[in-house]
């Protein structure tokens, strides 16, 4: 199987038809074993105690914000450069997605703050960095719904994201930069200069369990995306069919219907 | 009559073309060639993609397949350089003046030439309003226009700018029976001196050397993007 | 290059002619301006501390007020068909159309900046640094503001979208703007460093906001 046959809708579909329950069970099984070794197997800080385990869900879910992004602008490249209906369906699932894993970042990062800092909110450069980058998926978000032709929504959004990846990287270097002005950079870095081995496997586990929560959550939303838009495709065409009683008598002028 | 450009004849040569508009297929396997001194009379109902044939050709909608040639044109560019598309729209800005808003799109478009095809040489500003009969508002805010007379003031960035395709979407709606006769008077002696007239319209015009299109709906279901015959292609089988 | 002076001059006259024109930015402004005392208290030390942030975000507001209407009348007239199909590039439709808006409504907002600021209380160092700097970032912002307009230039009410998904963008060009603005001395590294990242935020913007925005444009006609 070529990629211009996974390129094929219908066949995409049987694809994700016949790997999706796979996923599923590596993703439940990843989560479990990456939970337990979480909960479980990793050492309480002695600094932070209990709270430290938050980390074991913030930082894959930031690492998933920033994938998800990267696999936007993939797919935006893919619909300006080669025109391709699905990689505007990839493009248009990746935004929820990636939206939902910034927002989980932001409440993991502000409810492990509190204990740590005091309070639940501080203009760090990385939490300001991802209140941006949610900003940045819901304004995409709300682009996708504000123009109904989706074919002219997923050019518009691809334009707007690729700007918006070369900028999330300005906006980066430029908050870190404005961060580090108005504070003293005494302000605790969540992973210190080496993390143990005893922290770093839960980590990965729970990294890995994440990334293939995304491939499901993904591939999910693609197909609901296709659906919709085949469900479009058969209301135009019910809007573009002629009565009955007419068709039979003036077969050639049946309208085309709405454009 | 004065004539300009290179001697060349020009030929619109149209193969295959299709064109996907909101993820429908709007036209499919449109065929057609037409050259210098003529005119192609495009005819179909209602939401045939009479409109989407013109917008393609003058590339303001990217066609899905086929090709548009301009055979004779200037090589370097494109169909729509070489072309006047008279829309719907009269692309008129109501605070500016009559002259104001001509003297833009003569400024804006010269030099407009690029050989190939004869054209008729441009008129002045004054007196391409002069021929349409509004000369008399030059100074006025074109937002006093009737809307006659703002198609009028349109029709004549035609005569101000030589190109020698035309490609005219209903040319004749919102005017009266005189500014019609006097359109197709204009529009006959474009396609005389040698001028290029495509034109969507679902009443007769009267012009010489016509050629007709008739466009018929699509109706093959393949031509939806993403249309499977129905969702049971993914719930088939074993559901 | 005469159809460039020509766009040029037509969209400045139609800038100011629609809607009030310049006067409309400027007074948006000075509301903006006024309405921060009453937020934060007729405190003039405080306020001349953050004097220069105020008329950052104010200039910053005023510019994405306006933005909306950059193409949008262009494409309810039907004139953005003909812009496109002109075979003129329309990279620099877009850049001289940005010019004449700024023209017509971010130098009036740079000019007006050396009076709101006697508002806020700044010293004559921080004014001249406060203009300078919105001198050099204000294009920036329309430039970046295009990329918005041109996006949502096929929506009916587009403005308030347009003002999200500018506003994360416009980010950088405000940090390094008020940074350099407040830095207080003009021969410092502290003012040096931030305007010259504004500077280059500026080229940056040249370069990608007619891009973006004429390939935004070029998706309209569809």
Redo the contacts between chains.
């Keep these: 199987m070529t990629l211009y046959d996974l390129a094929n809708p219908t066949r995409f579909l049987k694809l994700v038809k016949a790997v999706l329950p796979w996923i599923i069970v590596a993703t439940v099984a990843a989560f479990a074993v990456g939970l337990y070794f979480a909960f479980f197997v990793a050492p309480e800080d002695y600094q932070q105690g209990q709270t430290v385990r938050i980390m074991f869900v913030h930082v894959p879910a930031a690492q998933l914000a920033l994938m998800c992004y990267a696999m936007m602008a993939l797919s935006s490249i893919g619909s300006l450069v080669w025109k391709h209906p699905l990689a505007d369906v990839s493009a248009k699932a990746s935004a929820p997605i990636g939206a939902a894993f910034t927002f989980l970042a932001l409440f993991s990062g502000a409810v492990w703050g509190k204990p740590m800092w005091g309070t639940f909110w501080v203009w760090d450069a990385r939490l300001t960095s991802f209140l941006v980058l949610l900003i940045m998926y819901l304004g995409i978000i709300a682009l996708w719904k504000a123009i109904e032709d989706p074919i002219k929504a997923a050019k518009v959004n691809a334009i707007i994201t690729l700007v918006g990846m070369i900028n999330v990287i300005i906006i980066k270097f430029s908050v870190e930069w404005w961060n580090t002005l108005h504070q003293p950079p005494s302000i605790i870095r969540a992973d210190g200069p080496a993390i143990h081995s005893s922290i770093l496997i839960p980590l990965g586990l729970m990294a890995l369990a994440f990334v293939l929560l995304f491939v499901t959550l993904h591939l999910m939303s693609m197909r609901n995306e296709i659906m919709r838009r085949r469900i479009r495709a058969m209301r135009m065409r019910a809007a573009s069919v002629a009565p009955a009683a007419s068709s039979s008598t003036v077969t050639k002028a049946a309208p085309a219907g709405a454009r | 009559m004065v004539v300009s450009g290179a001697m060349t004849q020009l030929k619109l040569v149209c193969l295959s073309v299709a064109c996907d508009r909101g993820g429908r297929r709007v036209l499919n396997h449109v065929d057609f060639e037409v050259g210098s001194g003529e005119a192609l009379i495009v005819q179909g109902p209602n939401g045939v993609g009479k409109s989407s044939l013109l917008r393609v050709i003058a590339g303001l909608v990217a066609k899905a397949n086929g090709t548009i040639e301009l055979e004779g044109g200037v090589h370097e560019r494109s169909v729509a350089e070489h072309s006047h598309y008279f829309g719907h729209l009269d692309a008129l800005k109501p605070l500016q003046s009559v002259l104001e808003n001509l003297s833009f799109w003569r400024d804006f478009f010269e030099p407009a030439v690029f050989g190939g095809g004869k054209v008729r040489e441009s008129m002045s500003e004054l007196e391409a309003l002069d021929t349409l009969g509004i000369a008399h508002t030059a100074s006025l805010p074109a937002g006093y226009l009737s809307a006659g007379q703002r198609r009028r003031l349109s029709v004549a960035r035609l005569l101000v700018v030589p190109r020698p395709i035309w490609l005219l979407d209903e040319p004749t709606s919102a005017l009266d029976k005189a500014s019609e006769d006097v359109l197709l008077e204009l529009i006959a002696e474009h396609i005389q001196v040698g001028g290029l007239v495509v034109a969507a319209t679902h009443l007769p015009l009267n012009l010489p050397n016509t050629r007709f299109l008739k466009l018929l709906p699509v109706t093959s279901e393949s031509e939806y993007m993403f249309a499977g015959t129905d969702l049971d292609d993914y719930f088939d089988e074993d559901e | 290059m ?2 460039m002076k ?2 040029f001059i ?1 969209e400045y ?2 800038a100011n ?2 809607g009030g024109g310049a006067l409309i930015g400027v007074l948006f402004f000075l509301a903006v301006v006024t309405i921060f005392p009453f937020g934060v208290g007729p405190d003039m030390i405080l306020l001349s501390r953050i004097g220069a942030a105020i008329l950052w975000i104010g200039a910053l507001l005023a510019t994405l007020l306006g933005l909306d209407r950059l193409f949008q009348a262009d494409r ?4 953005l ?2 812009l ?5 590039s329309l990279e620099l439709v877009v850049l001289i159309k940005c010019a004449a808006h700024w023209a017509a409504t971010g130098l009036p907002l740079v000019l007006a900046t050396p009076i709101l600021s006697l508002f806020v209380g700044l010293d004559f160092r921080s004014v001249v640094l406060v203009t300078l700097t919105l001198l050099v970032g204000a294009p920036a912002l329309t430039l970046v503001g295009a ?2 307009a ?3 230039v ?2 009916r009410r ?1 403005g308030v ?1 347009l003002s ?2 500018v ?3 416009a ?2 060009i405000l ?2 703007g008020v ?1 350099a603005a407040t830095a207080g001395a003009i021969d410092s590294n502290n003012f040096f460093v931030p305007f010259l ?1 504004l500077c280059a ?1 500026t080229l ?1 913007g040249l370069v ?1 906001g007619p891009l ?1 925005a004429a ?2 444009l070029r ?4």
């Design positions: 005469n159809w020509v766009l037509r006259q139609l002619r629609v309810e007239d039907g004139s068909e003909l496109v199909m002109s075979g003129r990329v918005g041109g996006v949502t096929s929506m587009g979208l999200i998904l506003i994360p963008l980010i950088p940090i390094f940074s990242f935020l940056f990608v973006a390939a935004a998706v309209s006609g569809d």
